[in-house]
């Protein structure tokens, strides 16, 4: 009876969770796609120059990355959120209208980045009314959340504080980035780069609320454990994070004129944000027993992935962030190593861990068939990922040391080409790891759910 009920309240949620899946997995595989071709046209300026130039290839991948990370997450959301609550999704058709707004949306993006029209900034480079239409398709999704869980936030566990604020950061930062049509800021330079950065820097922190806060919920489902999601460490943890959210954009406008402590405030916070949740992941590791981790392996296994990343770009950050070399590594492929090592690596192996909680949830005899798959997918995706990232680091210190020692372009770009060549094969590799979970992740989600009474 009660597998009955629960079944009602999820059955027709679960149908538009699926599609919006789907359509996060679709933009993945079509962005590692044109990130294969960008790798290529390091190594081969000339590949596809007239059809499909690296000024396209670039903002194409990036935009269907970043559409990845915060539909994906969105996803997961939408299939937590009546199980979190014990009632059905407030509004089923708003998850449907949601799916099509960001569907029509995202096509429209990518046209206009194929026919070469352009018009954004940094990481929205399409033209800016589209922009609104993102926002628009946001205003279902937090309607659903608001009216769906009923937060009590006294009681509230931390994830679904994250949750919140990396809704409402998202709606707040999505229209700051947008500032930027305004003639007060478009006149004034510096007022312009702090905005620009504060925007997108904060718009990252509110997809890492959003990604993060599956991470924890999925823990706590397989740990057992619902009481360290509501402990205060994890509180004090949230409350870091969002000081992060709110201010460690600051190590971005190093190059702006401001007060030396601004740049010092701005690197000692954002030194925090990892290790935030590196902690959170640690604590809740130690409740899981031998059996579940087994039983869970494979959301288990792509968390310690995570955790593995989160280690790496740590240490990362802290070697980016201190003024003094930031002004030499800022721009550099230390920049986008950081950028890659951490939506990889940290963003990617969450999401996946919800991917594949959820399929395991939803289609168990299938999962177990397929575990072997992911298993290897998982492998050759992540030691994959090592060699590109440390191709993009090799990249950045032949790119410094020839402006230290003030060396021609040529002689930087011949010596950069070993570095740019693993680059380009790496990514490879990645694309042929993520494709092993990819694909049989979608074939999954179409599947019919075998009935159970
Ligand atoms: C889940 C997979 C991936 C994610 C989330 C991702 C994310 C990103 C992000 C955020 C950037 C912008 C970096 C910046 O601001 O500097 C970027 C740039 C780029 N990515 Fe990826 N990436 C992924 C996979 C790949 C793969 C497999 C390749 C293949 C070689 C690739 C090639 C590139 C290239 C060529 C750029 C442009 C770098 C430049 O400006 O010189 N990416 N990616």
Same mark, same amino acid.
């Given at each position: ?68 990370i915060f539909?994906c997450a969105q996803?997961a959301i939408y299939y937590y959120l009546?199980?979190v609550a ?55 999704f937090a309607?659903?959340f608001w009216?769906?869980i009923?937060p009590n936030y006294k009681t509230a566990p931390v994830y679904i504080w994250m949750w919140s604020t990396g809704i409402l950061f998202f709606f707040i930062t ?28 904060s718009m990252v922190g509110s997809w890492n609320m959003l990604v993060y806060g599956t991470g924890i919920y999925v823990m706590e489902k397989?740990?057992?454990?619902t009481?360290t999601a509501k402990s205060t460490t994890a509180f004090f943890f949230y409350f870091l994070g969002f000081t992060n959210l709110m201010?460690n ?23 925090t944000e990892l290790l935030i949740l590196v902690r959170i992941i640690?604590l809740f ?12 392996? /494979?959301?288990?296994?792509?968390l +310690?992935?995570a955790? !593995? $990343?989160i280690? #790496? ?6 070697? *980016? %962030? ?24 940290i963003n990617?192996?969450l999401l996946?861990t919800s ?22 997918? /998982?492998?050759?995706?992540?030691? +994959?990922?090592?060699? !590109? $990232?440390?191709? #993009? ?6 790119? *410094? %040391? ?52």
């Amino acid at each position: 009876m009660s597998n009955e009920i629960n079944r009602l309240t999820y059955r027709a949620s679960d149908r538009a969770t699926k599609a919006m899946l789907t359509l996060a997995l679709g933009y993945l595989l079509f962005g590692l796609c044109l990130g294969t071709i960008g790798g290529f046209q390091y190594i081969l300026p000339d590949f596809l120059k007239k059809e499909l130039a690296f000024q396209k290839t670039r903002p194409l991948h990036v935009y269907l990355v970043i559409a990845w990370i915060f539909t994906c997450a969105q996803a997961a959301i939408y299939y937590y959120l009546p199980r979190v609550a014990g009632r059905p999704v407030f509004w089923i058709k708003g998850m449907w209208l949601h799916v099509f707004l960001q569907g029509v949306t995202s096509l429209i993006i990518v046209t206009c980045f194929f026919m070469g029209r352009f018009g954004g900034r940094e990481y929205l480079e399409f033209p800016p009314w589209l922009g609104g239409f993102i926002l628009l398709s946001w205003i279902p999704f937090a309607v659903n959340f608001w009216f769906t869980i009923k937060p009590n936030y006294k009681t509230a566990p931390v994830y679904i504080w994250m949750w919140s604020t990396g809704i409402l950061f998202f709606f707040i930062t999505m229209s700051e980035s947008y500032l930027w049509i305004f003639d007060y800021f478009k006149t004034n330079i510096v007022r312009d780069v702090t905005v620009q950065w504060k925007a997108l820097g904060s718009m990252v922190g509110s997809w890492n609320m959003l990604v993060y806060g599956t991470g924890i919920y999925v823990m706590e489902k397989i740990s057992g454990d619902t009481k360290t999601a509501k402990s205060t460490t994890a509180f004090f943890f949230y409350f870091l994070g969002f000081t992060n959210l709110m201010f460690n954009w600051g190590h971005h406008t190093y190059i702006v004129p401001a007060a030396p402590w601004v740049k010092m405030t701005a690197y000692i916070i954002s030194m925090t944000e990892l290790l935030i949740l590196v902690r959170i992941i640690y604590l809740f590791k130690k409740t899981v027993s031998e059996a579940q981790k087994n039983f869970h392996s /494979i959301p288990w296994r792509l968390l +310690s992935f995570a955790d !593995f $990343w989160i280690l #790496l770009n740590l240490a990362f950050a802290i070697f *980016l %962030s201190v003024p003094a070399w930031n002004l030499y590594t800022h721009g550099t492929h230390f920049t986008v190593a950081h950028a890659m090592g951490a939506t990889i690596g940290i963003n990617t192996m969450l999401l996946l861990t919800s991917v594949f909680y959820i399929i395991q949830e939803e289609q168990p005899d299938w999962f177990s068939q397929n575990k072997g798959l992911i298993r290897s997918g /998982i492998w050759i995706s992540n030691i +994959s990922l090592l060699a !590109f $990232w440390i191709s #993009l680091i090799g990249s950045g210190m032949v790119r *410094l %040391s020839s402006k230290l020692n003030n060396e021609l372009f040529a002689e930087m770009m011949e010596k950069s080409l070993p570095w740019f060549k693993l680059f380009a094969w790496s990514g490879t590799v990645i694309v042929v790891g993520l494709f092993l979970l990819i694909i049989p992740a979608m074939k999954a989600l179409v599947k019919r759910k075998p009935v159970t009474v």
